[in-house]
């Protein structure tokens, strides 16, 4: 059985930064997208970064140039590095995996397209 289980947020002042991993346990049968996605308090969940299987990144716009994706799969670990923390930036992000079905990892993020979840990781952004 596949677990996601995030770790690394926290409560930060803006311009900072965080690091959040996402620790991959179980097997995949298939090959996966592997995302980060965010859903702030009522507002729909929204894609914030993925990387294919061989790790290549795909990072929304809303993040492009503050954030980045990494996939270790020697330690089965995603990370995403969040620097310039905004206040915006707020939210519960969600590690998520996707059975591989061809363009979900190089394009919007879709919710449908990822059956696997983690619980969340909080971060909080004060201005």
């Known amino acids: 059985q596949v677990q996601l289980v995030e770790s690394g947020g926290g409560s930060v002042q803006a311009g900072e930064s965080l690091r959040l991993s996402c620790a991959v346990s179980?097997?995949?049968?298939?090959?996966?997208?592997m995302a980060w996605f965010r859903q702030a308090p009522g507002k729909k969940r929204e894609g914030v970064a993925s990387?294919?299987?061989?790790?290549?990144?795909n990072v929304m716009n809303p993040v492009k140039g503050r954030f980045t994706i990494d996939l270790n799969k020697a330690k089965n670990t995603l990370d995403l590095q969040m620097s310039s923390l905004e206040p915006e930036d707020s939210a519960m992000y969600y590690c998520?995996?996707?059975?591989?079905?061809?363009?979900?990892?190089?394009?919007?993020?879709?919710?449908?397209?990822?059956?696997?979840w983690g619980q969340g990781t909080q971060v909080t952004v004060a201005s």
């Open positions: 990387a294919d299987s061989d790790g290549r990144p």
């Open positions: 998520a995996a996707g059975v591989w079905s061809g363009g979900q990892c190089y394009r919007g993020l879709l919710v449908s397209d990822f059956g696997y």
């Open positions: 179980g097997h995949f049968d298939s090959p996966v997208c």
